[in-house]
């Protein structure tokens, strides 16, 4: 009998789909995951990689990236950013509009190694620029294209993006949203709304949301946002939330704050997915990856097991694709994401530049995609380094 093609021995994996945390061997055959068990005989198998004293969770899952590299203005490559730091499957958040996806689907999401799928801008230019917004002339927000865009591209289109703040939008953020809502609905799919200094109040916006859409940029301290001045969450988020509308990261170069989560959070008003949002301008810091994304929740006191749902399962399902990723139940893909859970003291930073010093850091080790490795390009940013003596 021909062996598998790679086991992962000892690790402690965790797996929030299966409910599992517990130290146990995966085996990968024919790329899917083919067994978890305590123990699973590696003599035959073509590659080994022992996992002892690491965290192995399903491949991680990031549900707001910009991976169109030389095209997006704020784009990078995929591989290195992601799939490398323990993200093998990604999100594009409206990288591309209809004018722009064939190019998008042929050059990038077609070659590289990380899962890649997108949400379509509907804005048929999708986000070129940084100073030019892509919706300051809303003659771009054509639902027609942006449907049969969508429809000709069922495999890899998962839902459409609209971004609404002022500089991005002018004042036309209630007519692009309508837009794109109503090319969400002839698509059957979520729309991803990513909100942050918006020219019409927060309860106009959500009013609109669905069950299932998703708003980005959660905790931006960019005004109008969920928190009113005596730190409550507004209503109309947790109407929305109540509705079924999901609430994610988004952590981004300028949509994070320690201050806005820490109160959201302290109301119980808990992200519905953690995405990381990175790109160009916040890659080298202080974002760096899904992992540090994660681990800043920790900090927060969400758990390990919960940063982890919400990088996985959570964001797999947002997107209906549960049954392919986001989870190591036999018969997924054999997307694994392998960590060393770094005890020890940690800056981290929000997008206002507000420091917390945290105590546990995800450091990506080693990335499973389809049952073949991919190490990290790159160590821990070099202000994660302990002091010397700790
Ligand atoms: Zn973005």
Same mark, same amino acid.
């Given at each position: 009998?021909?062996?598998?093609?790679?086991?992962?021995?000892?690790?402690?994996?965790?797996?929030?789909?299966?409910?599992?945390?517990?130290?146990?061997?995966?085996?990968?055959?024919?790329?899917?995951?083919?067994?978890?068990?305590?123990?699973?005989?590696?003599?035959?198998?073509?590659?080994?990689?022992?996992?002892?004293?690491?965290?192995?969770?399903?491949?991680?899952?990031?549900?707001?990236?910009?991976?169109?590299?030389?095209?997006?203005?704020?784009?990078?490559?995929?591989?290195?950013?992601?799939?490398?730091?323990?993200?093998?499957?990604?999100?594009?958040?409206?990288?591309?509009?209809?004018?722009?996806?064939?190019?998008?689907?042929?050059?990038?999401?077609?070659?590289?190694?990380?899962?890649?799928?997108?949400?379509?801008?509907?804005?048929?230019?999708?986000?070129?620029?940084?100073?030019?917004?892509?919706?300051?002339?809303?003659?771009?927000?054509?639902?027609?294209?942006?449907?049969?865009?969508?429809?000709?591209?069922?495999?890899?289109?998962?839902?459409?993006?609209?971004?609404?703040?002022?500089?991005?939008?002018?004042?036309?953020?209630?007519?692009?949203?309508?837009? !794109?809502?109503?090319?969400?609905?002839?698509?059957?799919?979520?729309?991803?709304?990513?909100?942050?200094?918006?020219?019409?109040?927060?309860?106009?916006?959500?009013?609109?949301?669905?069950?299932?859409?998703?708003?980005?940029?959660?905790?931006?301290?960019?005004?109008?946002?969920?928190?009113?001045?005596?730190?409550?969450?507004?209503?109309?988020?947790?109407?929305?939330?109540?509705?079924?509308?999901?609430?994610?990261?988004?952590?981004?170069?300028?949509?994070?704050?320690?201050?806005?989560?820490?109160?959201?959070?302290?109301?119980?008003?808990?992200?519905?997915?953690?995405?990381?949002?990175?790109?160009?301008?916040?890659?080298?810091?202080?974002?760096?990856?899904?992992?540090?994304?994660?681990?800043?929740?920790?900090?927060?006191?969400?758990?390990?097991?919960?940063?982890?749902?919400?990088?996985?399962?959570?964001?797999?399902? !947002?997107?209906?694709?549960?049954?392919?990723?986001?989870?190591?139940?036999?018969?997924?893909?054999?997307?694994?994401?392998?960590?060393?859970?770094?005890?020890?003291?940690?800056?981290?930073?929000?997008?206002?530049?507000?420091?917390?010093?945290?105590?546990?850091?995800?450091?990506?080790?080693?990335?499973?995609?389809?049952?073949?490795?991919?190490?990290?390009?790159?160590?821990?940013?070099?202000?994660?380094?302990?002091?010397?003596?700790?």
């Amino acid at each position: 009998m021909p062996g598998f093609d790679m086991v992962i021995k000892n690790g402690m994996v965790v797996d929030p789909s299966q409910g599992l945390h517990a130290k146990k061997d995966i085996a990968v055959a024919g790329g899917v995951v083919h067994s978890i068990e305590d123990h699973i005989p590696d003599g035959d198998a073509r590659d080994v990689i022992e996992a002892d004293g690491l965290i192995v969770t399903p491949g991680l899952v990031d549900l707001h990236v910009h991976i169109w590299w030389g095209v997006a203005h704020l784009a990078i490559e995929a591989d290195p950013s992601s799939l490398a730091r323990g993200a093998t499957t990604v999100v594009d958040a409206g990288s591309s509009g209809s004018n722009t996806f064939p190019g998008f689907r042929r050059y990038v999401m077609e070659r590289v190694n990380t899962r890649a799928y997108a949400f379509l801008h509907i804005s048929g230019m999708g986000q070129l620029d940084n100073d030019i917004g892509e919706l300051e002339d809303i003659r771009w927000a054509r639902v027609g294209p942006a449907v049969d865009t969508a429809k000709a591209n069922q495999d890899l289109i998962v839902g459409i993006k609209v971004r609404l703040t002022e500089g991005i939008v002018g004042a036309n953020d209630v007519v692009a949203l309508e837009r !794109a809502v109503e090319a969400a609905e002839h698509i059957g799919l979520p729309l991803m709304i990513h909100i942050g200094g918006t020219h019409h109040p927060l309860e106009e916006i959500f009013g609109k949301l669905r069950k299932g859409d998703i708003v980005t940029h959660s905790f931006t301290a960019n005004a109008p946002g969920i928190i009113t001045d005596d730190g409550k969450v507004i209503e109309a988020a947790v109407d929305a939330r109540k509705r079924g509308v999901n609430f994610d990261v988004g952590h981004g170069a300028g949509s994070f704050s320690f201050k806005v989560a820490e109160a959201a959070m302290s109301h119980g008003f808990t992200p519905a997915t953690i995405s990381s949002d990175v790109h160009r301008y916040n890659v080298r810091g202080p974002v760096f990856d899904l992992a540090t994304t994660l681990s800043k929740f920790m900090h927060l006191g969400m758990s390990l097991d919960e940063v982890v749902r919400l990088g996985t399962q959570a964001p797999a399902e !947002a997107i209906g694709r549960g049954d392919i990723v986001g989870s190591l139940k036999p018969g997924a893909a054999a997307d694994v994401a392998i960590f060393r859970l770094r005890e020890g003291p940690v800056e981290f930073r929000d997008a206002r530049g507000d420091v917390r010093l945290g105590d546990r850091l995800l450091e990506p080790v080693e990335t499973v995609r389809a049952g073949r490795r991919f190490s990290p390009f790159h160590a821990a940013h070099h202000d994660h380094t302990p002091p010397a003596g700790f």
